[in-house]
């Protein structure tokens, strides 16, 4: 992410629009989000998908991604 405020917000907002995520917060400070999901409809791979496409599809990564049950 390289903007504190509107590259989290961005993301946030556009994973809370998708069909099966309940709730998401993008941390900027610690470069992680956390995503309340419905493991039914969506899996962690899209979910990845999903945030690298957002912009310009280069502008944001996922390097790691830890599920808890």
Request: aromatic content about 6%; overall charge positive.
């Amino acid at each position: 992410m390289t903007c504190a405020i509107g590259c989290a917000k961005t993301i946030e907002k556009k994973l809370a629009e998708t069909p099966g995520v309940q709730k998401a917060k993008v941390d900027f400070e610690k470069k992680q989000a956390t995503v309340h999901f419905d493991a039914d409809k969506l899996s962690t791979n899209q979910l990845k998908q999903f945030v690298e496409s957002c912009a310009d599809g280069k502008t944001y990564k996922v390097t790691a991604i830890k599920v808890s049950l």
